[in-house]
């Protein structure tokens, strides 16, 4: 469990140069005051930056 905003901020940054490199990327957050703070805050930046945060489900492809 990551306890500090500055290494949460960290991980979504890291997630959002993820998805802009293959397109989508994964990232999992718990439902902590210390994870929501951060995303809050960050969240309509990443929003107004073009990335859609979406259900995992989304991106799960069934086979054919």
Known sequence: VVEEPAAIRRALARAVSEAR???R??????????TIAPLAAELPLVAADGVRLVPPSRLVRSPD
């Open 21 to 23: 490199a293959a397109g």
């Open 25 to 34: 990327a994964v990232a999992i957050g718990h439902v902590h005051a210390v």
